[in-house]
């Protein structure tokens, strides 16, 4: 079937041409074959949900693992797990990490079932509790065992070497190497020329190799490196928050194309047939005019968007939508949301 649709969708764009994949014009009326599932994942002892931006499959392809920020939108002074594991019904299979991070931001699962978090904030002067926490990236083993960790708890980076500064998200390649998009304070209007925004590679045992980046507009800048994916080329997409747009990048930092169709996307993922999923909760008449909140999907080939799934809580004055999204083997979409405060299930 997912073939099918790609077919279809090709055509349509040999019909309509391709020059609107970089012009930035709103991409908004689209069809939307989903239905949203609000209340599906059930948290235990009376606990809720707090904000939460990290959601990923487990190589299960059906079980699915969450950063929750504990009940708020931090976890300092928490006693909470941040990290849990749902299955297929929703039912809460596991859960670790509690005293370890401030922010759960970015997540994801490697070949070998480990999870990788990145912990996008820092210690507060007025906040004891957050003390030796934040600007790292730590991988979990699946029952919760510290593998490894990149920067160093508690230490902001500058943007030169291997220490971190709020690191938004992370991903392995098939190579082991590790990729962290680094700086989640570029977006915002009164960022400096210095603030933190690249991509920073370690290899598989967390030496650093490299970085590229900067703040700024420019191909190969950022202002917000928000979410990292790849395609089945093995090409490395990020979701530039701030400057609206996807690039794409050489596996070396080489930079290769521009994408403006998926709209300010904070959450991206990318299936293994190169189905692209986009998480957009920030377009606003202010930050991303004419454009709507909401998931966006369509081809990491060709860069043509298929479907448009609205904002669930957009007609009702919600503040934003899902941050983060992941996708499982049956097709079934989960969007972490931060405003919300919950993780929601779309299906087919």
Not at 184 to 212: C, F, L, M
Request: net charge negative; glycine share 14%.
């Amino acid at each position: 079937m997912i073939f099918a649709r790609c077919i279809f969708v090709m055509v349509a764009g040999a019909v309509m041409g391709t020059a609107g994949l970089t012009s930035g014009q709103p991409v908004n009326d689209l069809p939307n074959p989903y239905t949203t599932h609000q209340g599906y994942f059930k948290l235990t002892d009376g606990r809720a949900w707090g904000s939460t931006s990290a959601v990923e499959i487990d190589i299960d392809g059906t079980s699915v693992w969450v950063g929750e920020r504990c009940g708020q939108n931090s976890c300092a002074g928490s006693n909470l797990d941040p990290v849990l594991k749902y299955d297929t019904a929703g039912n809460l299979v596991t859960s670790f990490g509690a005293g370890l991070l401030l922010f759960p931001h970015g997540i994801h699962v490697d070949g070998d079932g480990n999870v990788w978090i990145t912990d996008a904030q820092g210690p507060r002067d007025d906040a004891p509790e957050t003390a030796g926490l934040g600007h790292r990236v730590i991988k979990f083993s699946p029952t919760g065992d510290v593998l490894l960790e990149l920067g160093e708890a508690g230490v902001a980076g500058d943007g030169t070497d291997h220490l971190l500064n709020t690191p938004c998200d992370v991903i392995t390649a098939a190579d082991g190497s590790i990729f962290v998009a680094d700086g989640h304070g570029g977006q915002s209007r009164n960022a400096q020329p210095g603030t933190v925004a690249r991509i920073v590679k370690y290899d598989a045992e967390g030496n650093y190799i490299k970085h590229w980046g900067g703040m700024g507009s420019e191909p190969g800048q950022f202002r917000t490196p928000h979410g990292l994916a790849w395609d089945s080329r093995g090409r490395l997409f990020v979701a530039d928050r701030g400057n609206v747009r996807i690039q794409i990048f050489d596996q070396e930092g080489n930079f290769q194309a521009e994408w403006k169709q998926f709209s300010r996307l904070s959450g991206i993922f990318i299936t293994d047939d190169d189905m692209l999923y986009g998480a957009d909760s920030e377009s606003s008449d202010t930050s991303n005019p004419g454009w709507r909140r909401g998931i966006r999907v369509g081809s990491a080939a060709t860069g043509e968007v298929m479907y448009f799934i609205p904002d669930p809580s957009a007609e009702g004055g919600g503040t934003t939508a899902a941050e983060g999204v992941a996708v499982d083997a049956e097709g079934n979409i989960f969007g972490a949301e931060v405003g919300p405060r919950q993780l929601s299930r779309y299906t087919r």
